[in-house]
């Protein structure tokens, strides 16, 4: 509420404002403006988390199978299955656990409208900020299939065998990087290790997957 000041002037009198209203609004807009900024770079990197979880996991997967599957066909097929169950597990995942922030904060507001401690205004504003299940389900399940197209497009259109390994290993090398540093600074973290740490991790996944199913491949148990 602006507050009106009155100074005593043995010529004239004079009346001074004082703009609270204005001053009140300004820190209002200010922290909505920062809250909202907050809001979006947490979704931001949950998006940016789940390409490189569909990057990751894709192309590990597609080099386990291509440790004893040399030809394209094989390697993109399970690229194909990993992809739309990694999607699939991960926008269930996320709606399940949206969901379930939704009804624990709807119920804390019900028992405080009856304890008459809130009222239902405050439940119509709180439903609104809170986010969608279905919209974070299919943001998460879409920010997977962008990682996992990644490797899936690098070998599509090769056959040599050793040299599509290699394209894969680079083209998700590449954008490991993309994702650590952009991970980085959404989080105000050390680039260079941040972007090291992911890619050193990619590297041992990937690794890891091609050398235990060549490993299995070698023994005989499977049909090579």
């Known amino acids: 509420m602006a507050t009106t000041t009155t100074v005593d002037n043995l010529d004239h009198p004079s009346i001074k404002h004082t703009n609270l209203d204005v001053e009140s609004q300004q820190t209002q807009e200010t922290t909505e403006v920062i809250f909202d900024y907050a809001k979006r770079a947490q979704w931001l990197r949950a998006a940016l988390l789940g390409a490189n979880d569909g990057l990751l996991s894709t192309a590990s997967l597609m080099m386990g199978v291509g440790a004893v599957r040399q030809d394209v066909k094989t390697m993109i097929l399970s690229g194909m299955a990993g ?3 990694g999607a699939c597990s991960m926008a269930i995942g996320e709606f399940v656990s949206v969901y379930s922030q939704y009804d624990i904060e709807m119920s804390q507001i019900k028992r405080e409208i009856t304890n008459g401690l809130s009222t239902y205004d405050l439940l119509e504003d709180k439903k ?19 990682g996992a197209a990644v490797p ?6 090769i056959n040599s065998y050793h040299v599509r390994l290699v394209v894969v290993v ?3 090398s590449m954008a490991l990087v993309g994702f650590g540093g952009l991970s980085a ?8 290790k941040s972007t090291l740490r992911v890619l050193f ?8 997957t091609f050398g235990l199913t060549k490993a299995v491949g070698s023994t005989g148990l499977i049909n090579t």
Do not use: D, H, Q, Y
Not at 138 to 144: H, I, L, M, P
Not at 152 to 157: E, G, V
Not at 185 to 192: H, N, Q, T
Not at 201 to 208: E, H, Q
């Open 128 to 146: 609104n900020e809170l986010p969608s299940p279905t919209k974070a389900a299919v943001a998460s399940a879409s920010a997977f299939a962008v």
């Open 170 to 172: 680079l083209a998700v």
């Open 201 to 208: 991790g990619g590297w041992v996944a990937m690794g890891v």
């Open 152 to 157: 899936l497009l690098a070998a599509a259109f």
């Open 185 to 192: 600074v959404l989080g105000r973290g050390p680039i260079v």
């Open 83 to 85: 992809l739309v169950a």
